[in-house]
């Protein structure tokens, strides 16, 4: 398993931005699909976006698709997902995920999971 911490959440107002790290202690992480996921309060976890290990392809739900970006710097082993024009209804924890190689984007998939980092909209 990797180890993954999640950075950079915090209380925001809407219409705010805010960038989230995941530092993966991992020699061989630039072969792994990075995907974050968040659940809400009294809500499931949800997909949110993910990134194959060159960076090349990104996969975004629909919910954040245009407002969210998801990139990744191999060399420093840590994802990120900017997050601008945020809603309350993206109030949530976020979680960073890695798996091996393949692009998907259900959460069952993904073999290592952060702890996860909150992010509360205000607005």
């Known amino acids: 398993q990797v180890q993954l911490a999640e950075s950079g959440g915090g209380l925001v107002q809407t219409g705010g931005s805010l960038r989230l790290s995941c530092t993966a202690a991992?020699?061989?992480?630039?072969?792994?699909?990075v995907a974050w996921f968040r659940q809400a309060p009294g809500k499931g976890r949800e997909f949110v976006a993910l990134?194959?290990?060159?960076?090349?392809?990104?996969v975004y739900a629909y919910s954040v698709k245009g407002r969210f970006t998801i990139s990744r710097d191999n060399a420093k082993n840590t994802p990120y997902l900017q997050m601008t024009t945020l809603k309350t209804e993206d109030t949530a924890v976020y979680y960073c995920?890695?798996?091996?190689?393949?692009?998907?984007?259900?959460?069952?998939?993904?073999?290592?999971w952060g702890q996860g980092t909150q992010v509360p909209v205000s607005s």
């Open positions: 990134i194959n290990w060159s960076g090349s392809s990104t």
């Open positions: 995920a890695t798996r091996y190689m393949s692009i998907v984007s259900n959460e069952n998939q993904y073999t290592s």
């Open positions: 991992l020699r061989t992480f630039t072969t792994y699909t």
